[in-house]
């Protein structure tokens, strides 16, 4: 019989009947430390993922996301150990029908955040206290290896190269009742030429947690299915001092005021078969893509974790699609290859399709322009010397000046100057008394290109 949970005062041979009487057999059941029936684990899911989008380029569709980084009901770190993304070329009835009937893309792995900062601090104290306690060196423990995945709050890149079989549409049987409907009389109606849906192929992405239980799904990023565009053609590259320009031709079936741009009024030929686009048709643009060229490796490297390989989505130098067939880069670094490629842009309202690449044209700009001549040169002459002084040049390479001089009427200008000065003054005491002195400038770079002579003046020394 329990007895040490009794209240005091309570004799040891106190009867059942009186304990149910007062009602205190209920009261030490609940304060000697019995646990009520264990409750379920608190489940965890994955809120969307961010900033989700969808590029074709050609026949590869980038898809880009941000892996969550909370759960649906805003607690973090989220509970997601990978993010699939599905595609579905068609009009999906709901995410369901997505993940059900469409293709898996791709399996984004996700690392396991690392502990809350409150832990990470209690435990800092505790081996600290530990060292105080004990001075003897511990044995330096073997590192852990980072789980394999990207981390929460990640930007992640998949591709998807489209084939004939993906740009098909899915086709959902399904059971459905139809009541019979009486023949009606009368004109059958056709769909108007504004019902015509442009062919879509949507993607979507979803976390999942470590249960395997699926969170929010994303919103919809749907691209045209359409055939792409032809790439421009006859891509060519130049340079000045300041900029790099890039030209090219209209692909064939591009419309007519975009190759008067171009300088060519020919008549395009006709275009190849392809489904019906939107009413009005796309509007035709281009970007421009500075080519990066693949260094091959000194090495081959180990392997890494399993994992998906680190993709990034290419961006066009130029801010906004291009409405003529030239652009002009300003960022001009002499002795640097840069190397360019074009695409033509299809637009259907809000979305856009990609031809493939152009051609790669390439250039490397060399420093072949000479600095301005010097402006300004006057001479002040005094007793056993010329003292001379000029404007200044602007140009942000230059490297000096040198002095030109000869003796008049008919010498021949040469350096005084062993090599280039940085002052814009220059005091002569080589001079002979007596004899008349033309002078000039010439300004010199850093590549070694030489300007132009400033203006002349003549002097006679004393």
């Known amino acids: 019989m329990m007895t040490g949970c009794l209240p005091a005062g309570w004799r040891r041979g106190a009867t059942l009947r009186a304990l149910l009487a007062v009602g205190v057999l209920a009261a030490p059941?609940?304060?000697?430390?019995?646990?009520?029936?264990p409750l379920a684990?608190?489940?965890h899911l994955?809120?969307?993922v961010e900033a989700f989008s969808a590029r074709r380029l050609g026949s590869t569709v980038y898809v880009q996301f941000t892996i969550p980084t909370k759960n649906q009901d805003a607690s973090t770190p989220a509970d997601v150990s990978r993010v699939r993304v599905y595609g579905y070329t068609g009009t999906p009835a709901s995410d369901d029908d997505i993940v059900k009937y469409g293709t898996l893309v791709a399996e984004v792995p996700v690392r396991r955040p690392p502990p809350p900062e409150e832990e990470d601090r209690a435990r800092g104290k505790d081996q600290k206290q530990q060292q105080a306690q004990k001075p003897a060196p511990q044995p330096t423990a073997r590192p852990v290896e980072p789980e394999p995945g990207f981390d929460q709050g990640a930007t992640v890149t998949v591709t998807e190269t489209l084939t004939p079989a993906l740009l098909q549409p899915v086709v959902v049987a399904r059971r459905t009742r139809e009541k019979k409907k009486a023949a009606v009389e009368g004109p059958i109606l056709l769909p108007s030429a504004s019902s015509v849906a442009l062919p879509e192929r949507v993607y979507v992405a979803v976390g999942v947690n470590r249960n395997g239980k699926r969170g929010s799904f994303s919103p919809h990023a749907p691209v045209p299915t359409l055939d792409a565009p032809?790439?421009?053609?006859?891509?060519?590259?130049?340079?000045?001092?300041?900029?790099?320009?890039?030209?090219?031709?209209?692909p064939p079936g591009a419309?007519?005021?975009?190759?008067?741009?171009?300088?060519?009024?020919?008549?395009?030929p006709p275009l190849p078969s392809t489904p019906l686009p939107p009413p009005g048709g796309p509007?035709?643009?281009?970007?421009?893509?500075?080519i990066a060229k693949a260094t091959p490796a000194s090495s081959p490297a180990a392997p890494p974790p399993p994992m998906l390989p680190?993709?990034?989505?290419p961006l066009p130098v130029n801010p906004q699609p291009l409405s003529t067939t030239i652009f002009t880069d300003p960022r001009v670094e002499f002795g640097t290859e840069r190397c360019y490629a074009v695409r033509t842009v299809n637009t259907f309202g809000t979305l856009q399709e990609q031809s493939e690449a152009s051609d790669i044209a390439c250039v490397t700009p060399r420093d072949t322009f000479p600095p301005a001549a010097p402006k300004g040169l006057t001479a002040v002459v005094n007793a056993g010397a010329v003292s001379l002084i000029w404007d200044p040049n602007a140009e942000p390479d230059l490297d000096g000046y040198l002095v030109l001089r000869a003796e008049a009427p008919s010498g021949t200008l040469q350096p005084v100057t062993p090599g280039p000065i940085h002052q814009t003054t220059f005091n002569d005491t080589t001079t002979k008394p007596g004899v008349r002195y033309v002078y000039a400038i010439v300004a010199v770079d850093q590549a070694g290109n030489a300007s132009a002579q400033s203006n002349r003046i003549e002097e006679t020394a004393r």
């Open 29 to 37: 059941v609940a304060g000697c430390g019995r646990k009520g029936p």
């Open 41 to 43: 684990p608190l489940l």
């Open 46 to 48: 994955p809120g969307p």
């Open 230 to 250: 032809a790439p421009p053609a006859n891509v060519k590259v130049s340079y000045t001092e300041t900029a790099i320009t890039i030209e090219w031709t209209p």
């Open 255 to 268: 419309p007519a005021i975009t190759r008067e741009a171009a300088g060519t009024t020919a008549e395009p």
């Open 283 to 290: 509007t035709w643009s281009y970007d421009v893509y500075d």
């Open 310 to 313: 680190q993709v990034t989505a």
